[in-house]
Antibody, heavy 120, light 106 residues
Framework: QVQLQESGPGLVRPSETLSLTCTVS??????????WGWIRQPPGKGLEWIGR???????YYNPSLKSRVTISLDTSKNQFSLKVSSVTAADTAVYYC????????????WGQGTLVTVSS | SYELTQPPSVSVSPGQTASITCSGD??????ACWYQQKPGQSPVLVIY???NRPSGIPERFSGSNSGNTATLTISGTQPMDEADYYC?????????FGGGTKLTVL
């Protein structure tokens, strides 16, 4: 059974970079043919797709966030990470990491989510 | 960019049938899936590739997709089905979510 767990600071200052890590257990992120992604949900609002990274390292980002987002892999730790630069209050959200097999497939595993607040 | 539109809220009486729609341009040409999200929890996949149920999802959940509209149907709705429901599709290699529908069972 695959499990995903987000970790990182719960408070980030405006204009700084938000950094989160997702630790995957129950399977190797480098040997599997899956995409590993990030989704966020502002308080009381809907879901927003951020982007994904393939187990071989190729990345695909939501065009609306592409200029500020980087997703990377750390295969030695079985983790993948998210960085969002130049954050504002609008980036305050619960951030989820997730797994998806490929385009046209659903998101089949989600982390529990972590709240990140952008505030001075 | 591609958009999926859902009604903000749907109400249903216990034991009745609830239908939640999701509209998008030529959505029937794409695969639609549905997630259930209860307060404070992560979303859970309830329907994938238009009409398939993952293991462990009750048979009362079903889905269809044709034309510009995908529909999630919950037959014999139970109080435990009260939750937010999100549709999702892929467009240009990007995941797109609907705005979500709050299902109230009363």
């Amino acid at each position: 059974q695959v499990q995903l767990q987000e970790s990182g600071p719960g408070l980030v200052r405006p204009s700084e970079t938000l950094s989160l890590t997702c630790t995957v257990s129950g399977g190797s992120i480098s040997s599997s043919r899956y995409y590993w992604g990030w989704i966020r949900q502002p308080p009381g609002k809907g879901l927003e797709w951020i982007g994904r990274i393939y187990s071989r390292g190729s990345t695909y980002y939501n065009p609306s966030l592409k200029s500020r987002v980087t997703i990377s892999l750390d295969t030695s730790k079985n983790q993948f990470s998210l960085k969002v630069s130049s954050v504002t209050a609008a980036d305050t959200a619960v951030y989820y990491c997730a797994r998806v097999y490929d385009v046209d497939y659903p998101i089949d595993y989600w982390g529990q989510g972590t709240l990140v607040t952008v505030s001075s | 960019s591609y958009e999926l539109t859902q009604p903000p809220s749907v109400s249903v009486s216990p034991g009745q049938t609830a239908s939640i729609t999701c509209s998008g341009d030529k959505l029937g040409n794409k695969y639609a899936c549905w997630y259930q999200q209860k307060p404070g929890q992560s979303p859970v996949l309830v329907i994938y590739q238009d009409s398939n149920r993952p293991s462990g999802i009750p048979e009362r959940f079903s889905g269809s997709n044709s034309g510009n509209t995908a529909t999630l149907t919950i037959s014999g709705t139970q109080p435990m089905d009260e939750a937010d429901y999100y549709c999702q599709a892929w467009d240009s290699s990007t995941v797109v979510f609907g705005g979500g529908t709050k299902l109230t069972v009363l």
